[in-house]
């Protein structure tokens, strides 16, 4: 998962950054934009998604909306309301949503969502002062929700794919590693790899 953050890439654009991820390898972009309006981070999606391969799975953080209206995915953070069932109000799919501890991913399991975003695993720039919960809180989590996919997120480098991987994660969800990058698609390519080794 690529997690974005436009502020922060190489050059200022965006759409080539995420193209070139998703070229080596990443499946699943989470536009998370959250200073955006509707209209500007609406028309920063089109523009994505026209960018992007035909099935490329994206998903918006926090825009339940939006998400509708678009036709696209909706991720919600760990304090966010849930989305209730019914005819109007049916969340968008996939449904994911953040998590940062147990209470929380159980909390997720319930409102029946297609994966959890669990950090933060190691020290990150994105969230200064913060320390890492490392492997151990992933191992917990997925004890307690085993049937519910958990995408690490939080300082993850390629090194330490493999105990993510053995600690019980589906995946791994990047934001600088890839975004900041010279290539994003080499980066990707190697978490890629990194992955399917580590699931052998």
Not at 125 to 138: C, E, M
Request: proline share 8%; aromatic share 2%.
């Amino acid at each position: 998962m690529l997690v974005t953050h436009r502020r922060i890439v190489r050059g200022h654009d965006l759409r080539p950054a995420v193209a070139r991820a998703v070229e080596g390898g990443v499946g699943l972009v989470h536009v998370r934009e959250r200073d955006l309006d509707d209209v500007a981070l609406g028309a920063l999606i089109d523009e994505l998604r026209a960018a992007l391969p035909r099935g490329t799975t994206l998903v918006v953080n926090g825009r339940p909306a939006l998400a509708r209206a678009l036709g696209i995915g909706l991720h919600l953070p760990a304090a966010a309301p849930a989305c209730t069932a019914g005819s109007e109000t049916d969340a968008p799919r996939p449904l994911g949503r953040s998590a940062h501890d147990e209470a929380e991913a159980l909390r997720a399991r319930d409102e029946d969502v297609d994966y959890l975003l669990l950090g933060t695993i190691y020290p990150t720039r994105s969230k200064p002062g913060r320390a890492g919960a490392g492997p151990d809180l992933v191992r917990a989590v997925v004890g307690r929700v085993p049937t519910l996919p958990v995408f690490a997120i939080g300082g993850v480098r390629v090194p330490r794919i493999p105990e993510l991987l053995h600690a019980g994660a589906y995946g791994v969800a990047a934001c600088r590693a890839l975004l900041e990058a010279h290539d994003p698609r080499r980066v990707a390519q190697a978490m890629t790899l990194a992955l399917s080794v580590a699931q052998r």
